[in-house]
């Protein structure tokens, strides 16, 4: 069974910086898109960035310059580096994975870490 754990959310200052952390595990033979979403109150859970196993990447428009994914593939773990962080980007990230174990492809999904960004 796979399962993604994730951590390194908290409360900040705007302005400051966080990195959030999602590692999988479990019998995974190999991970294509690697994603992170967050979810604001009274808001849909949207796309934060995502970086595929060819080194591909997207970002939201409202992250560009500010967010960055990256992930290392030995570890099973994707990281999001955010900096110069506003009170809109308060919200519970996700971290996404598709993955393929011995039963197939399948998508999963982290437990959620929240992120305050508040003086």
């Known amino acids: 069974q796979v399962q993604l754990v994730e951590s390194g959310g908290g409360l900040v200052q705007p302005g400051g910086s966080l990195r959030l952390s999602c590692a999988a595990s479990g019998s995974i033979f190999s991970i294509s898109t690697m994603c992170w979403c967050r979810q604001a109150p009274g808001k849909e859970r949207e796309l934060v960035a995502s970086l595929t196993s060819e080194r591909n990447t997207v970002y939201a428009d409202s992250v560009k310059g500010r967010f960055t994914i990256t992930r290392d593939n030995a570890k099973n773990t994707v990281y999001l580096q955010m900096n110069t962080l506003q009170s809109e980007d308060t919200a519970v990230y996700y971290c996404?994975?598709?993955?393929?174990?011995?039963?197939?492809?399948?998508?999963?999904w982290g437990q959620g870490t929240q992120v305050t960004v508040a003086s």
């Open positions: 996404h994975f598709s993955a393929r174990t011995m039963f197939g492809w399948s998508n999963y």
